[in-house]
């Protein structure tokens, strides 16, 4: 059985204070980057699943502190 390695990437912007973008943050979160087949675990019952059967994720986040 083959195991695949993935990559996950995660980053955060936050501005500065002041001005009309002061306390907003963006954060951008990837999975399996490289988009590589799941890795698997077996259960304890021994049945093979994969851990996430989706591939690669994006997501965009966009938060305002006031």
Same mark, same amino acid.
């Given at each position: 059985?083959?195991?695949a390695l993935t990559v996950n990437l995660r980053? =955060?912007?936050s501005f500065p204070d002041?001005?009309?973008l002061g306390g907003v943050?963006? =954060?951008v979160n990837v999975d399996n980057l490289f988009d590589q087949a799941p890795p698997?675990?077996?259960n304890a019952t021994g049945t093979v699943s994969?851990?996430?059967p989706i591939g690669r994720?994006?997501?965009v986040g966009l938060s305002?502190?006031?």
């Open positions: 059985m083959k195991c980053g =955060s912007y002041g001005g009309a943050r963006l =954060s698997y675990q077996a994969t851990a996430n994720a994006v997501t305002k502190r006031w």
